[in-house]
């Protein structure tokens, strides 16, 4: 690196805290590299208190796009001169698209994870839990309500009164989780629950015996953590998908807007590998 000069606007990067684990400058500098562009990603690591400068110097400088990560989605909303519809009913900004001083505010989590449903057949769930209430299961419950054809939700949280309302959707507690197991044609695991680092066990002992075989099971969390709900779930019959498509396909919209092309199938599959190795 020693020398090298950057042009800001081929500049892109993650904020987070932390952010050493990301795997997002893997997946895109492959996809610069596969176009033939001279543009960077890189992962800074950003701590809550300086959000809002380290937000206003990627303005002043002009940098191609910023992603956000944890803890820094909602947060980042209050620092951004206009929101997309779907970034404002969420509550949380996964990508910022900045033109000519203006930061846009979008949240590609959403379109991300239908992407990644998309990619284990079954259409548009008739009636799907989602666990946990922060911001990837906001965004999630949200694209499920928001698609063409909307699902009925169930969302669980420790704190369901916390929750927002959002039309057509439940919002319990784990008290009594059986009967939505057992009638559910998808589950989603929204909970940092299995991430390194965050908590091992959900509030109580899921029960994963009550699902129906074949139904469709995504856990966010990537690394896929060994012996969790994926492998108990699978045991069971479910078809399972860890976390990682939905990170590929939320990472493929931001590149597009960011670049304002369409990537192609075979950049998009670089992206994949890259996020494999
Ligand atoms: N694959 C992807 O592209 C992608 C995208 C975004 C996020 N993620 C992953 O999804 C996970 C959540 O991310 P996030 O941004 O939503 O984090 P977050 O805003 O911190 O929310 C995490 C939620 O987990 C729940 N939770 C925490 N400890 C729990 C416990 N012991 N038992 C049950 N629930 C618990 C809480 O919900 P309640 O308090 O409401 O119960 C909390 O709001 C992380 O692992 C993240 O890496 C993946």
Redesign the pocket.
Known sequence: MNGETIDPGRCFGVFGDPVAHSRSPEMHNAAFAALGLPHRYFAFHVRPHALANALSGARAMGVGGVNL???H?RAAVAHMDRLTAEAGRIGAVNTVVIRRGEMIGHNT?GS?FLDALAELDGGTPRRALV???????R?VVDALRHGEKPSDVIWI???PN??PAFDGVARVDYGDLAEAFATCDLLVN????G?RG??E???ITLPIASLRKGVRVID???PRPADGLLDQAEAKGARGQD??P??LW?GVRALEMWLAIALPASVVSTMRRALHR
């Open positions: 990560t944890v803890p989605k989590d991300g666990l946990g209430g922060g911001g990837a299961a965004s949280s420790r704190e916390r929750l929204g909970t940092t629950v991430m965050g908590p066990r959900f509030p966010l969390v990537y976390g990682l939905t990170l939320q």
